[in-house]
């Protein structure tokens, strides 16, 4: 079975500095996919970043970048130059390959402070 | 696109009352998943179907719960009848075979109390 841990229940940053969320997972398989979602306020689940496990480059979408360490299964969030609009629920989400289920963690509560 | 498309977003029931939350998902896609979500157990894979059919159901949590997908384009939860510690909000996404690895489409999920 698949786990996946967020040790940090809440989060919080100035607003224009730098963040990183932390996420670990636990795993037998060996190709699989990690994701971060975002759920703002308004409820919707939003997918933020993707990494293909078997790609050793980090995947960066715009001011969000992850710092996947496979070895130590890590994958961690870092949001730079961090808006008000970033205050939300951020969960980090693991998928094997072959398989249909995500494996949620229990989500980081992010606040951007003015 | 619309989306995947929950109706209602809000939900008040009795206890003992029957609810159906209800799912459109985005035209073309074959997966559909329905996710619960509490504070306490964070999201959780209720069920899913693959060309509307229920492929693995061990995550609903007794018989009160049920699901169908009488087609393509529509699918629902029940539960009857329904309980206080069923408050949660219960998402529905909805996927392609083919990119299931590029993540799930999500509709804003229902919130339903019961009191």
């Known amino acids: 079975a698949q786990t996946v841990t967020q040790s940090q229940p809440e989060m919080s940053v100035q607003e224009a500095e730098t963040v990183t969320l932390s996420c670990t997972y636990d795993t037998s398989e060996s190709n699989y996919y990690l994701f971060w979602y975002k759920q703002p306020p308004s409820r919707q689940m939003i997918l933020v970043i993707r990494?293909?496990?078997?790609?050793?480059q980090n995947a960066t979408e715009n001011r969000f970048s992850v710092n996947f360490q496979k070895a130590a299964k890590s994958f961690s969030l870092k949001i730079s130059d961090s808006q008000l609009g970033d205050t939300a629920m951020y969960f980090c989400a693991f998928k094997a390959d072959f398989g249909n289920q995500f494996y949620f963690g229990t989500g980081t509560s992010l606040t951007v402070i003015p | 696109d619309a989306g995947v498309i929950q109706s209602p977003r809000h939900e008040v029931t009795e206890m003992g009352q029957e609810v159906t939350l209800r799912c459109k998902p985005i035209s073309g896609h074959d997966y559909l998943f329905w996710y619960r979500q509490t504070m306490m157990r964070g999201l959780e894979l209720l069920i899913y179907f693959n060309n509307n059919v229920p492929i693995d159901d061990s995550g609903m949590p007794e018989d009160r719960f049920s699901a169908k997908m009488p087609n393509a384009s529509f699918s629902t939860l029940k539960i009857q009848p329904s309980e206080p510690r069923d408050s949660a909000v219960y998402f529905c996404?909805?996927?392609?075979?083919?990119?299931?690895?590029?993540?799930?489409?999500f509709g804003s999920g229902t919130r339903l109390t019961v009191v």
């Open positions: 990494q293909e496990a078997y790609k050793q």
């Open positions: 996404a909805s996927s392609l075979s083919v990119n299931r690895n590029y993540g799930y489409t």
